[in-house]
């Protein structure tokens, strides 16, 4: 879909974009100070300054283009097109002016420095060419490509539209109201997880709801949004459990699978397509691995649907400055902190790793996650992980 590009922040490109018009778009100054011929500077030096006579003046924004004749200057301001006839630009820092006192001259302005063609002056299209591309499809368009686009002359792109998402946490425990919690209940946070973590994409859920224990309703609820939203993303109900509801529910849908993932922690997930259209992503109830399986599963596929050109955070390395438990047999995927020193990154557990899919206040400080690779087992002190950083 076309949008005009002020409107387009944040949304990911559809198409290649070229520059419309030149950058710059003439021959400009790059200082405050007097258009010149070169060769007419020849010699000068704070000794011997050679005098020029003053012709005139070329602010920014005026479309005057006077003649300079042999021994001539014209007063020019930053950004104010060069004249046609001048080929450098001296600052007025390197000039005396022909008043006492006066830092610019009114007729007559001495040059105290020689200065080369070209100097101080920004070149038509030295930045990009008529046709030169500036961003490419697939690209998420930010303030300062933006911003390059519109000096390009550029008011319209076309973009993909963010998909529409309805999030559907599941638990009978979950406590939604202001009231006191009776014993068994929790509060539900899962729902303000994934609509915080789509929100950083830019992405507003269409709709957002908790659903208790019941697997009739949570497919009726199903069926639904099927046909109204591209993508279902619920929490909790995965596990092989007597009211583990979201499996029971999604057992009846032909295109959606139950797996359990080589992860740790986040091994109950369920995926695929619903009748309706919509693609379902069930994940696990414990808040770390919601999040765990949001960042590596559901926010590459919604990139994916946006055209998105990189599907995932790039990895870095850091130096653990504490030793943890590993995992044997699965990706280990630990939420941590990670700090800047002058020798490189370095990361620390954010929570107790020997236990973790639970523990959403140690999420909470997180800064990233260290990825550690199955069958390495234990991390110890001073040895390099790779990390991906998430909220820093």
């Known amino acids: 879909m076309a949008v005009p590009l002020r409107k387009a922040t944040g949304l990911y490109l559809a198409d290649d974009v070229a520059a419309a018009v030149a950058l710059p778009l003439w021959h400009n100054s790059a200082m405050d100070g007097y258009a010149v011929r070169a060769a007419d500077t020849a010699g000068a030096a704070p000794g011997s300054a050679v005098e020029l006579r003053i012709i005139g003046e070329v602010a920014a924004g005026d479309g005057v283009d006077p003649r300079l004749e042999r021994g001539t200057a014209v007063r020019i301001m930053t950004g104010a097109p060069v004249p046609s006839s001048a080929d450098a630009v001296i600052p007025v820092e390197q000039t005396a002016a022909d008043v006492v006192g006066a830092a610019w001259a009114e007729h007559r302005v001495l040059v105290r420095r020689e200065v080369v063609p070209g100097a101080h002056v920004r070149r038509r299209g030295e930045d990009a060419a008529v046709g030169s591309l500036l961003a490419h499809s697939g690209e998420r368009l930010g303030a300062r490509r933006i911003a390059a686009l519109a000096a390009a002359g550029v008011s319209e792109v076309s973009v993909r539209r963010r998909p529409r998402v309805a999030v559907i946490a599941t638990g009978a425990e979950l406590h939604t109201g202001s009231g006191p919690l009776e014993r068994g209940q929790i509060p539900e946070s899962n729902s303000v997880l994934i609509a915080g973590l789509l929100a950083e994409e830019g992405i507003e859920p269409v709709s957002v709801s908790v659903c208790d224990d019941d697997a009739e309703g949570f497919a009726a609820r199903l069926a639904e949004l099927a046909g109204e939203v591209d993508a279902v993303i619920t929490t909790g109900g995965v596990g092989p459990g007597l009211h583990d509801i979201v499996r029971i529910a999604l057992a009846i849908e032909p ?82 902190r990670i700090r800047s020193t002058p020798h490189g990154l370095r990361c620390s557990p954010a929570v107790d790793a020997r236990g973790y899919s639970h523990a959403v206040g140690g999420h909470g400080a997180a800064d990233g996650y260290a990825i550690v690779e199955p069958g390495r087992g234990d991390v110890s002190a001073g040895e390099t992980v790779e990390t991906v950083i998430v909220a820093w």
């Open 255 to 336: 295109d959606v699978r139950a797996v359990r993932v080589a992860v740790k922690p986040g091994q109950p997930q369920c995926f695929g397509r619903l009748r309706g259209g919509a693609m379902i992503f069930a994940l696990p109830g414990n808040p770390v691995s919601a999040a765990v399986s949001y960042e590596l599963f559901v926010r590459p596929a919604l990139l994916r649907m946006q055209g998105a050109g990189r599907l995932h955070r790039p990895s870095v390395p850091a130096v653990a400055d504490h030793g943890w438990r590993g995992s044997a047999e699965r990706t280990q995927v630990l939420p941590v």
